[in-house]
C-alpha cells in the first residue's frame, strides 16, 4: 500500500489520532498541520470545485500554487458540499469518527450546518472541538467576520512593532494565523491529556479568538499598563521593557545587515570592550541605559567600517551575540539548518522534487516526517468515505451524481 493510499508515517508522536477540520486558508489549517506533521489522521474538508481558497494564494511555477504544498502536507483532502442535507450528514460522519474537530466557520454557519459545540458534542461526546473565530464564541461579535491582521492589531503586537517616529508594523507573513494555529495545536494536545488520563473526559470545546494568541504573548503590556499607568510605545529593535543597551541591525561595509543583542550585563560590556571603551564604565543596568545611544552608534560606525564577514568573526572572539538578517536564500545554503536537517526534499507530483521545512520541532525516538506534500483537491475521497467511514458504493455514488463530493 503506498504512501497515497494511506497515512504511512509509521512513526509520528501522534499516530493514530484522527483529525477533521472544516477549516480553511491559514489559522485552522495550521493546527490540523502541527499535528498532521506528528503522524495524527487530519481530513481537510473542502467544497468541490475551487477548494480552499489557499490553493490559489501565493506565487506559483509553472501555474502551481506553492504554498498550498507545504500548508496541506500531511493531510487528506476531501470534497463535501455542506450546503446540501446529505453533505451535512456525512459531515457529521466525520465528526463521529473523528478524535479531534477543526473549525473556523462563523457561529451562525456552525450552528445552521450542526458543527457548534452542542452538536458535536452531542454526535461525538468524546470529541475535542476547536472553535478559531476573529472575537471568539462568547464575546459579542461572535458573528463578525475577522482575519489574522485583525488579530494582529488587536493582540498590542502591531502598535509596538515599528520605530518610534513611524507608523506601526505588521510583520511579513501571517503572523496572528501562524500562532494562533500553534496554540490551538497546543490546546488539542492538552485537552488529549485530560481524556486519556481522565475516566469522566466528555468532551472539550476550545474556543480561541485570533487576537488571543498574540495578546498573551506580550506577557508585560496589561501589568505595566495596570500598574504604572503607562502605555508602552514602538520603540524601534529595542525592546521596551528589556534591560539589555544594545539591539539593533547594522548595515556592513558589504551592505548586510546584521542583528546584534546584549541581554546580559556581561554582554553589553563585551560590546563595550569591542568598541574600545573600558568595560568598568558599564559595570551596571543603570549605566548601560545611560550609554545605550553612545554604544548604539558606536557600533553603526564600527558595523559600517567592516565586511560582515569580518564583524561577525570579531564579535565571535569577543563573546557578542551577532548574525546576519538571513533571507531564503541564506537559509537555503546555511550549514546549521543542513545539520539540524531542518529543510527536506518531498516529490510533488506536480513540481517534482520540492524543498520545504521539516517537521519542526525534532523528536529523536518517534519523529514525524513529510510524506506528502499537499494533495490534490479531493484526492483521498475513496480512502476517507469508503474506507475509512464505510460509506457503501451506492451512497459514493449517489453523493457524486448529486455534485455533493
Known sequence: MSDDQRNSTGQGQLRGLKVVEFAHVVAGPLAGSMLADQGADVVHVEPPGAGDAARAMGPRRAG??????????NKRSVTLDLHHAAGREVAHRL????????????AGRLRS??????????INPKAVLLQISGFGATSSQADAPGFGKMGEARSGVVHLTGHPDGPPVHTGFSHGDAVTGLMGAYA????????????????????LALFEPLFRLVEW??????QLGVVPQRTGNQ?????????????????????????TLRSVRNVARLLGLPGEEFA????????????DEGLRSWVADRSAAECLEAFARAEVVASRVFDAADIAADPVYAERGDIVTVDDPDLGEVRMQAVIPHFRRRPGRVWRTGPALGQDN????????????????????NDVV
Open 188 to 207: 488539542v494536545l492538552a485537552a488529549l491529556h485530560r481524556r486519556d488520563h481522565d475516566p469522566g473526559f466528555d468532551g472539550e470545546w476550545i474556543d
Open 221 to 226: 503590556q496589561v501589568i505595566v499598563h495596570d
Open 113 to 122: 450546518w450542526g458543527l457548534d459545540w452542542e452538536a458535536v458534542h452531542r
Open 239 to 263: 525592546l521596551a521593557v528589556a534591560p539589555a543597551a544594545v539591539i539593533n541591525t547594522y548595515r556592513s561595509r558589504d551592505e548586510q545587515w546584521i542583528t546584534v543583542t546584549s541581554a
Open 382 to 401: 475513496d480512502l476517507v468515505y469508503r474506507d475509512w467511514l464505510g460509506l457503501s458504493e451506492r451512497e459514493l455514488a449517489d453523493l457524486e451524481k
Open 95 to 106: 465528526v463521529a469518527w473523528a478524535d479531534v474537530v477543526i473549525v473556523t466557520l462563523r
Open 284 to 295: 551596571t543596568s543603570e549605566q548601560q541605559h545611560a550609554r545605550r545611544g553612545e554604544l
Open 64 to 73: 502551481v500554487p506553492l504554498w498550498f504544498k507545504v500548508a496541506a502536507r
